[in-house]
C-alpha cells in the first residue's frame, strides 16, 4: 500500500505540475492575445480617425461643389440677360479704346496694343488677351462703377 500511495502521490505530483505547466502555457497565450488586440485597437482608432478626416474633407468638397454649382447656375442665368450682354458689349467696347491706357508698359515691336479675347470672369472682372501682333499677354481688369462711367484698371 505505501508503494501504492508513492504513485499516487508523484502521479498527483506530476499532474499538478502538468497543470501549472499548462496554466502557464495558457496565460502566456492570454497574454499575446491581449498585445494582439491592442494594437487591432491602435489600428482600428488610427484608420476610424482617418476615415473622420476623410468624410470631414469629403463634406467640404461637397459643400464647395454646391457652392460651385449655385454659382454656375446663377451665372448662366445672368450671362443669358440681355442686360449683362448690353454691359459686357460696352465693357468690350470700352477695353478695345482704352487698352494702350491699361497696359502700362509699350508693345515690344512699336505699334499699338489690340484686344485678341476678353473672358468675362465675373461682372466685376475679365480676363484680356491683348497682342502687338507679335507678342500674346494676359491680364486681369477690374471694373468698377462710377459716376462718370466705368473705370478699367489692371490688377497686378
Not at 16 to 34: C, H, M, P, T
Not at 68 to 97: A, G, H, Q, T, V
Amino acid at each position: 500500500m505505501n508503494k501504492l500511495n508513492r504513485i499516487f502521490t508523484v502521479s498527483c505530483f506530476l499532474f499538478v505540475i502538468a497543470l501549472a505547466g499548462y496554466a502557464y502555457f495558457l496565460s502566456n497565450q492570454i497574454k499575446l492575445q491581449e498585445l494582439r488586440i491592442a494594437e487591432l485597437e491602435a489600428k482600428y482608432n488610427e484608420s476610424k480617425t482617418e476615415i473622420d478626416r476623410n468624410n470631414d474633407r469629403v463634406t467640404n468638397q461637397t459643400q464647395l461643389l454646391k457652392k460651385l454649382d449655385l454659382n454656375y447656375s446663377s451665372r448662366n442665368r445672368i450671362d443669358e440677360e440681355p442686360i449683362y450682354n448690353d454691359y459686357k458689349s460696352k465693357i468690350r467696347s470700352l477695353i478695345d479704346k482704352k487698352i494702350n491706357e491699361i497696359v502700362p508698359e509699350q508693345p515690344l515691336h512699336g505699334g499699338k496694343w489690340f484686344v485678341s479675347k476678353i473672358s468675362f470672369i465675373s461682372p466685376s472682372f475679365a480676363l484680356v488677351e491683348y497682342e502687338d501682333g507679335h507678342d500674346l499677354f494676359t491680364l486681369l481688369i477690374q471694373i468698377d462703377k462710377t459716376k462718370k462711367g466705368y473705370l478699367l484698371r489692371e490688377i497686378n
